[in-house]
Nanobody, 117 residues
């Protein structure tokens, strides 16, 4: 069972940048899709970005043009580069992955991102 560990969160001012990492304990090379989610206080977890095994990507409308998902299969790591951060990006960010329409792994602890002046 692949385990996922998120890191890279922190406190950043509006307009700032952060890069999140999701390290997998096993190979992610053949996984259909790896995904980043976020959950703000009092809200449901939402899908933020997806990278497919083909390397194509998709984004939530709220982050498109500001966030970039990428992966390094040699390091079994997925990244989320977040630029032009806004207070509404404040949330705990999680990664997961699996086949079409499903996540195959247990949720990790996530990494807290706080955007505030």
């Amino acid at each position: 069972q692949v385990q996922l560990v998120e890191s890279g969160g922190g406190l950043v001012q509006p307009g700032g940048s952060l890069r999140l990492s999701c390290a997998a304990s096993g190979s992610i090379f053949s996984i259909y899709a790896m995904r980043w989610y976020r959950q703000a206080p009092g809200k449901q977890r939402e899908l933020v970005a997806t990278i497919f095994s083909s390397s194509s990507t998709s984004y939530a409308i709220s982050v498109k043009g500001r966030f970039t998902i990428s992966r390094d299969t040699a390091k079994n790591t997925v990244y989320l580069q977040m630029n032009s951060l806004k207070p509404e990006d404040t949330a705990v960010y999680y990664c997961n992955g699996g086949g079409p329409g499903r996540n195959d792994y247990s949720w990790g602890q996530g990494t807290q991102v706080t955007v505030s002046s």
